[in-house]
């Protein structure tokens, strides 16, 4: 059965990755998505985007910034910690991208483990990236899926567990071939029920959408 994940949480109803996104997402998704971002502090935190510019009312390069300083934004961003306790109380699946490039570089991978040992949570998770050597780095993370999020690169070589492409991209021939590599495949941004519909019937493991109830009602999984 194919699995609905909310794109930065509920984002076509609430503030992409605020605390209202995800759990407004609990009942109409499988799971959630967020990028992860370092703070100045190295505080770990759900954003997309290098600046605050396009989806809060502060300006600024995200790295130059403390999470005192970040915190204060309307609306206001959630940890990385407090993303996974809403995750894990909801018993929800997961799929966290590590944005690079950046300043940290293998530091904010570094940071991730240290809060998932912490954590030892115990729900599906798939960790992806745009960067290699930050997929590479995220191989060790016990007991989960990683991906990198650039289609030349969805080889064994690179030991990705998930092909990760724009819908726009996909084929059926496609489809088969990442299963016939013993890999998933999980297809953004899918907000069109019938493009729902014909990747589902394909086989698409999962569909990450920023409607997830939509594309739910037209799979018929609600």
């Known amino acids: 059965m194919t699995r609905v994940i909310a794109h930065r949480g509920y984002s076509a109803k609430y ?11 609990i009942p109409v998704s499988d799971g959630f998505e967020c990028d992860l971002h370092l703070t100045s502090d190295l505080k770990l935190f759900c954003w997309h985007d290098d600046t605050m510019d396009r989806t809060s009312n502060m300006s600024g390069d995200v ?25 894990i109380s909801a018993g929800k699946d997961v799929l ?26 115990k729900i599906d998770m ?18 989960r899926k990683v991906q990198l999020l650039e289609k030349k690169y969805y080889v064994p070589k690179f030991h990705a567990d998930v092909v990760a492409p724009y819908w726009k991209e996909v084929t059926k021939e496609w489809v088969d071939q990442v299963h016939n590599r013993g890999q998933e495949m999980y297809v953004w941004t899918v907000n069109d029920p019938e493009v729902a519909k014909r990747l589902a019937g394909w086989g698409v493991d999962t569909l990450i959408s920023d409607n997830p109830e939509l594309i739910k009602e037209a799979l018929n999984l609600n």
Do not use: C
């Not at 503030?15 to 997402?25: F, G, H, K, L």
């Not at 798939?126 to 007991?143: C, E, I, L, T």
């Open 15 to 25: 503030p992409e990755m605020s605390r209202e996104a995800y759990i407004n997402a």
């Open 96 to 121: 966290i991208e590590t944005k690079h490039p950046q300043k940290f570089k293998g530091l904010l991978e570094q940071r991730l483990k240290e809060e998932l040992d912490l954590l030892q949570p």
């Open 126 to 143: 798939s960790f992806m990236s745009f960067d290699p050597k930050a997929v590479w780095r995220m191989r060790n993370f016990p007991g």
């Open 63 to 87: 790295h130059e910034m403390t999470w005192n300083q970040i915190s204060q934004a309307t609306p206001q961003p959630i940890l990385f910690k407090e993303f996974m306790e809403i995750a």
